[in-house]
């Protein structure tokens, strides 16, 4: 059963790593598709001015706190969860495990070039893990189709659809019926990452909940993106205080 923290109307799963990957493996055992999504701070507050984000959000089969500031938020309405899952650090943990516990993966999303980029990299990195297919991001309506018959034909077990947000969770969420996959993991910019297209903060930042500002020193233009999570931050404290009701 799932345990849930609910900040903002939004259902966050109470849940470590090491869980949520071992939850993974329990879809792919399974004879449905699940959807997972990821959401930090931004995300989160995207859900709290539309409902239908909220919702989208609300439908997936487990949602975890990537970020700083969902953890945080966490802790200021006094249930805090158990740790920080990162969409990026749940795939590479998907990626290790995998050489134990073999998995078939499908890369959906980037720039031309970028997931095969990236596949050769997991090759190198995680020789275990298995990459039977991928499609980069730039796609019109009338290729929904022919992507999805690629992912059904390729025999994958977990798709990891690199979208962005929103677009990423309502891709899964329109076509999650249609896809023969267990899992559908909505992970942003993680395709640029296992390609070394992007790299992460450094241990530091990422180990004191600023990775935040690493990406603001590295993307400036982030800035105006960035003040959500201040403006998450209030909201989840007026919350506490009793003066919102989510």
Known sequence: MRKIVQIAGINIDD??????VDRVYEFIGSDQNH??????????????????????LNGADMLVADGA?????????????????????????????????????????????IPE?????????????????TRNGYFSKEDET???????????????VCLGAPKQEEWITENKDRLKVKACIGVGGTMDILA???????DFFRNHGLEWLYRLYKEPKRFKR????????MYVFGIRLGLIKP
Request: charged residues 20%.
């Open 226 to 233: 960035m003040l959500r999570l201040p403006k998450f931050i």
């Open 35 to 56: 959807s997972i999504f990821t959401p930090n701070a931004e995300i989160m507050m995207d859900g709290i001015t539309n409902k239908d984000i909220k919702a989208m």
């Open 146 to 160: 022919s992507i999805i018959d690629d992912i059904n034909n390729s025999g994958a077990e977990v798709l990891l």
């Open 117 to 133: 980029k990236a596949n050769a990299n997991i090759i190198c990195d995680y020789p275990g893990a298995e990459v039977v297919g």
């Open 15 to 20: 849940i470590s790593m090491e869980q949520a």
């Open 196 to 202: 070394g297209n992007v790299k992460l903060a450094p």
């Open 69 to 113: 500031g969902v953890v945080l938020a966490s802790k200021i309405i006094g249930k805090a969860v158990t740790e920080k899952v990162s969409g990026v650090d749940l795939v590479k943990n998907l990626l290790t495990a995998s050489s134990k516990r073999p998995i078939k993966f499908y890369l959906f999303g980037g720039k031309p070039g």
